[in-house]
């Protein structure tokens, strides 16, 4: 299972998971010699909780120039290194993380496993996984599943130039430069798989700060697009 995440003053993605991974800038556009680039797990959008271990990041320059980023950082809650600025114009940030799920079929519909007691976990209704007292008495062998995540992010100096296209398992296009996305500006994305429009796919959007339960969801169109009207606000800014 594959996600594409891309952040850009909000998080947006293919799919959804109680804590999204996802990469960005302390600034998107700065005049600056450097910028801090942060990256994590989060539950609260772009607010990291839980650090990304053992990432590698791909760095692009405006050239077109490409290096490989190790962070050092030693934190729990976060990763995070400083990307040196040398030139004018847009650098974009590349990682991949995987998490391993499992998954089962209740009732005919397979939901994501979590091995908990029953006093530490919300009411059945109230969640959209299971854990061993939904099953009772049955015999079950959950599925191992890698959920697998590609992560963008966009840094300008002083000036916005062409994104460089990179490969990833689906590919999200911004017909506006994404760090040209203002409030109440409605955005109009392409989506593509294997360099084919991807059509129906779920596009999760959040705010800064949202939960899951706060996201957005959309349903691309036959030919890939779909228009993010008027999602930012303000508070995304």
Request: neutral net charge; without cysteine.
């Amino acid at each position: 299972m594959r996600i594409l995440l891309v952040s850009s003053l909000l998080m947006l993605s293919v799919s959804s998971f109680a804590h999204e991974p996802y990469v960005a800038p302390l600034a998107y556009n700065t005049s600056q010699t450097q910028v801090a680039i942060v990256s994590g797990y989060a539950e609260e959008a772009l607010n990291s909780e839980y650090a990304l271990k053992d990432a590698k990041f791909e760095i692009i320059s405006p050239n077109n120039d490409k290096n490989l980023i190790e962070p050092e950082s030693k934190l729990g809650s976060t990763t995070v290194f400083d990307l040196k600025l040398p030139e004018s114009g847009t650098y974009t940030v590349k990682t991949s993380t995987t998490y391993p799920l499992k998954y089962i079929q209740d009732q005919k519909e397979w939901k994501m496993f979590f091995d908990m007691p029953a006093d530490q976990a919300p009411k059945k209704a109230e969640r959209d996984y299971v854990i061993p007292a939904d099953l009772k008495a049955k015999k079950y062998t959950p599925i191992e599943v890698k959920r697998e995540w590609t992560l963008f992010t966009y840094v300008s100096k002083e000036k916005n130039t062409p994104i460089q296209a990179m490969l990833a398992p689906i590919q999200v296009e911004f017909l506006t430069h994404p760090n040209e996305l203002k409030a109440n500006q409605a955005v109009k994305i392409k989506v593509s798989k294997d360099n084919q429009a991807l059509a129906n796919a779920n596009v999760v959007i959040r705010a800064k700060g949202a939960t899951d339960e706060q996201a957005k969801n959309l349903k691309t169109l036959i030919d890939g697009t779909v228009i993010l009207a008027k999602i930012l606000d303000n508070r995304s800014l």
